[in-house]
């Protein structure tokens, strides 16, 4: 006879309905080809927001590596004077330094080689490396005073979307999945997206991982090609009648493991091997590009209509919008600019200027933009000072976390609207600061969550995406 100790024992009576019967419920459902998922995937442990949500969705696209803000968003004239003195002491103060500028005996100032315009009613300044963004303009909201606290990259990405910059906590997504769960149960609430062949800082699976939390709740990465997710379709000379069985087999055996063991892994297995099943179709029809009219594929540029670039990849962001993912997540690496700034940045923006665009034009066109929060930036900016060797044309700029600049559009937040300032040198902020918990917070509640209640009990102490840590930034609220 198995025993049990106290701890089991509370658990196994606490979660009686859940475990025992919802078990039972998984075997006598299994007939009908259709499970009873025994756990919050469809309607979050939140059963509903906290509060009246302003986003439905999310589609957040990372800018990999730290865009420059002189050359993109933060307009400043300050640097075409000074454009190769010396910063001045009191603006860098005691601010630290990577190891790759701290050993360099000047720190000339460079100005950006790119003309900016004010575009729209909003009167925003664009670089004319956004052409497309720029049209947009009254669309977006402006976030000029981001700040971080990591210096490199890893712990600076990890810390933007973990909310730590150590590796082992919930990505984003995977908090949003976890508190509010799925709006679309055949497809997985958290996707992730990656451009094809695209050189840069190394990207890794935890960026969109669950953490401490069930494994259901993590990211889902689509790839470009014949097999999107890998393992979804079935095997040679498996039918799908074979595949139900096996499931359905599966769900029984999961079944009797957890009245023994009460790991509440077990129900996250059988949730995965169902959702599996049901992506079998939901997959290739939304990764199925056959029914976009011609002038859709010009909207988003000539890349779109290439399977994993940046482009197709936010016109299947739109796609999947459109069918209720609650979180898609973009990555495109290569802003990394230590050297030849210029040339590196202006290939960048061609490859995701016009997309970046057409996906918030697309949304609004098609009545989305309202209900779906997007989000485009990097894990910190970069210095206004050059990195190595100071000529006209060829700078670079070295790890910025001080001050820089994120974009965000729709889902209730201010259209037309630039918030937070920077000095005359783009180097500290010095109005309406917005630390990357304060991001978060404010991602959260756009999303219907406080931030400060969802919350997730592991190792004796209640974690949460914020910390102790994030205040909303009501300045952005529409």
């Not at 991602?443 to 400060?452: A, P, S, T």
């Amino acid at each position: 006879m198995n025993q049990l100790d106290r701890r089991q024992f509370l658990k196994a009576a606490s979660a009686a309905g859940l475990s025992g019967l919802s078990g039972l419920a998984l075997a006598d459902k299994a007939e009908d080809k259709k499970l009873i998922l025994p756990d919050d995937s469809l309607n979050g442990v939140l059963g509903k927001p906290h509060i009246p949500a302003k986003a439905k969705r999310m589609i957040y696209l990372f800018q990999s590596g730290g865009p420059s803000q002189m050359e993109l968003f933060d307009y400043k004239p300050m640097l075409n004077k000074m454009h190769g003195k010396e910063i001045p002491s009191e603006v860098r103060g005691d601010t630290k330094l990577t190891t790759m500028t701290a050993q360099q005996t000047s720190l000339p100032l460079v100005k950006s080689v790119f003309d900016f315009k004010q575009h729209g009613e909003s009167g925003a300044w664009v670089s004319e490396l956004l052409p497309h963004t720029a049209k947009v303009a009254d669309d977006l909201c402006f976030v000029k005073s981001v700040q971080t606290d990591a210096i490199n990259h890893d712990p600076a990405a990890t810390f933007i979307l973990t909310g730590f910059p150590i590796a082992g906590r919930p990505s984003l997504g995977a908090w949003l999945s976890y508190g509010l769960g799925s709006n679309n149960n055949n497809l997985p609430p958290f996707i992730v997206l990656l451009t094809n062949q695209n050189k840069g800082q190394p990207i890794f699976a935890r960026l969109w991982g669950n953490g401490f939390l069930p494994s259901i709740h993590q990211g889902v990465r689509f790839r470009a090609g014949k097999d999107p997710v890998l393992f979804v379709n079935n095997p040679k000379g498996l039918s799908r009648y074979d595949r139900r069985e096996m499931l359905s087999y599966l769900t029984k055996l999961h079944g009797i493991q957890h009245a023994k063991t009460m790991d509440d892994e077990i129900h996250s297995r059988i949730a995965q091997y169902e959702m599996a099943q049901r992506m079998q179709t939901s997959v290739p029809d939304v990764n199925d590009f056959s029914d976009e009219p011609d002038w859709v594929f010009d909207m988003y540029g000539p890349d779109s209509r290439i399977p994993g670039t940046f482009a197709a990849n936010c016109l299947l962001a739109r796609r999947l919008a459109e069918r209720n993912v609650k979180f898609t997540q973009l990555f495109h690496r290569g802003w990394d600019h230590h050297s030849g700034l210029p040339g590196g940045i202006k290939q960048m923006c061609r490859e995701t200027d016009q997309a970046s665009a057409a996906l918030v034009a697309d949304l609004k066109q098609r009545g989305l933009l309202d209900d779906t929060l997007v989000v485009w930036g990097g894990e910190f900016g970069r210095t206004s000072y050059c990195q190595g060797k100071f000529t006209e044309k060829a700078y670079g700029r070295d790890h910025h976390p001080n001050a820089f600049t994120m974009w965000m559009a729709g889902g209730g937040v201010k259209a037309g609207h630039t918030h937070g300032e920077t000095d005359d040198f783009a180097y500290n902020v010095t109005k309406d600061p917005v630390h990357i918990h304060d991001l978060h917070a404010t991602i959260m509640h756009l999303m219907g969550v406080d931030h400060e209640k969802l919350t997730f009990k592991y190792q004796g102490r209640r974690f949460r995406l914020t910390d102790v840590h994030g205040k909303i930034v009501k300045g952005i609220l529409a």
